[in-house]
């Protein structure tokens, strides 16, 4: 992963500044500070980039979890035909044999 920071925890903590004969020297604060809002504006464009991303995969999931609902309600479906199907076999095979007994006695 690219470095994007040029800033550490470690660097903000341990950063000294030359002293003037009038304090800090302003230059040298001005570029660390200027270092600073640089990877306050990274972090917040990553974070503004990382909670797109979030979005779009909320909505995919949302949408993953409808088509589930769907194919679940048509697996119901289609086991509710197969078992209709079933007992319409086992009527039929019934029938046959009732058909088949009653022709028998006919037959003598």
Same mark, same amino acid.
């Given at each position: 992963?690219e &470095?994007?920071?040029?800033l550490?925890v470690?660097?903000? #903590? ?16 001005d570029?660390? #500070? +200027?270092?600073?809002? $640089?990877?306050?504006?990274?972090? +917040? $464009?990553?974070i503004?980039?990382?909670?797109? $991303? !979030?979005?779009?995969?909320?909505? $995919? @999931? =949302?949408?993953? %979890? =409808?088509? @589930?609902?769907e #194919? ?6 289609? =086991? &509710?035909? /197969?078992?209709?199907?079933? +007992?319409? @076999? +086992? @009527?039929? %095979?019934? #029938?046959?044999? !009732?058909?088949? /007994?009653?022709?028998?006695?006919? %037959?003598?």
């Amino acid at each position: 992963m690219e &470095k994007r920071f040029k800033l550490s925890v470690e660097d903000v #903590l341990n950063k000294q500044f030359n002293v003037d004969f009038k304090g800090y020297s302003s230059r040298e604060v001005d570029e660390f #500070l +200027d270092l600073v809002i $640089h990877d306050y504006q990274e972090y +917040d $464009h990553m974070i503004e980039n990382l909670g797109n $991303h !979030l979005q779009e995969y909320e909505r $995919h @999931i =949302a949408t993953l %979890k =409808a088509k @589930i609902v769907e #194919l679940e309600g048509k697996q119901e479906v289609e =086991a &509710k035909k /197969a078992e209709l199907t079933g +007992d319409n @076999i +086992d @009527i039929l %095979k019934r #029938l046959t044999r !009732l058909e088949n /007994a009653v022709f028998r006695k006919e %037959k003598e």
